[in-house]
C-alpha cells in the first residue's frame, strides 16, 4: 500500500433489513432472528470485520426468506381453507322446503 492512500474500502452490504421487516407482517416468529442479524451487519462493517458482517447478513437474508415463505403458505391456506369452506356451506344447505 502506497503512503498517502486510503486503504480500499470493501464493497457495500446489504443488510436485509428492509426484507427483515417486511417478513414481521408476514410471520414475526422467524422474523426475529432475521432483524436481529439484520442489524449487527452495519456495526460489525465498522468495526472492519467484513466477514463478520457479511456471515450476518447472509444469516438475515435466510430466516427473512424462511419468514416469508411461512408466511405466504400460511395465508393461502388460511384463504383456501375459508373458501373451500363457504364453498361446502353453499352446497350442502338445503334449499328445498318441506
Do not use: H
Not at 426484507?19 to 432472528?33: D, E, G, N
Not at 435466510?62 to 383456501?80: C, E, N, Q, T
Amino acid at each position: 500500500m502506497q503512503p498517502g492512500y486510503p486503504a480500499p474500502q470493501p464493497p457495500p452490504i446489504n443488510n436485509n433489513m428492509t426484507m427483515s421487516i417486511v417478513a414481521i407482517f408476514l410471520f414475526w416468529p422467524l422474523a426475529i432472528p432475521a432483524i436481529i442479524n439484520a442489524s449487527k451487519v452495519n456495526p460489525l462493517l465498522q468495526q472492519g470485520d467484513y466477514a463478520g458482517a457479511q456471515a450476518a447478513a447472509t444469516e438475515s437474508r435466510k430466516w427473512s426468506k424462511w419468514a416469508l415463505i411461512v408466511g405466504i403458505a400460511w395465508y393461502v391456506i388460511a384463504i383456501l381453507c375459508c373458501a373451500l369452506g363457504g364453498i361446502g356451506a353453499i352446497i350442502s344447505s338445503d334449499t328445498s322446503t318441506y
